[in-house]
């Protein structure tokens, strides 16, 4: 009932995102927040943005953006493969992201689109390597966090530092399992050399028993 409600430009959609976004990169460099408020991350923005205009609307297609960007995320952060220092982390790209999908309809389309390549090979990357157990754990998790860094400080409105920070990680991952099996197989040979060393130890002994028997040795 009553007047319609005066629907909000896309722009100035854009430009409250970019005021979140900014808001947020201090908050990013204190540390991790707790997980809890990261999963109602995604709920409440679009609850935050309604309510910082309450006498206008969003337009359809732009709230249909919003959703769909909050269930990519509320999907990421269900993941129980992913630890909650990688959701914390990654939580904090929900509001360039869906700048982005605002910015690129591209994003949804296409499955190859760099964004996606870069969130996918991060979310990997913290099922793999941030294991409390994993090796390395805080160089994957340094680079994550760089990545995120650049993400809220430089994106603005150009949409080709994801195609960037895509190479960037993906160079990475590629340089960082290298150095993992590397490390493995020279762990290999030093237990295996180890063993060979102990062999030739008993074979001495054994010698030496056998030499010095009934002998009298100072």
Known sequence: SGAPLEPIAHQ????????????????????DIPIIIVQAMPQTLSAQIKQETPNRSIARLDADVIELVGMLFEYMLNDEALPDTAKALLSYLHTPYLKLALIDREFFEKPQHPARILLNHMVEAGEKWLDANAQNRNIVLQQIRTTVQRILDEFKDDTTIFSELAIEFSSFLRQHERRVKMAEERAKQAAKGED???????????????????????
Do not use: A, N, W
């Open 196 to 218: 060979k060393l102990r062999e030739i130890r008993q074979q001495v002994y054994k010698m030496l028993d056998e030499r010095i028997t009934g002998v009298r040795i100072p």
């Open 12 to 31: 100035e959609l854009l430009g409250r995102l970019s005021q979140l976004q900014v808001q947020s990169i201090p908050q990013f460099g204190e540390g």
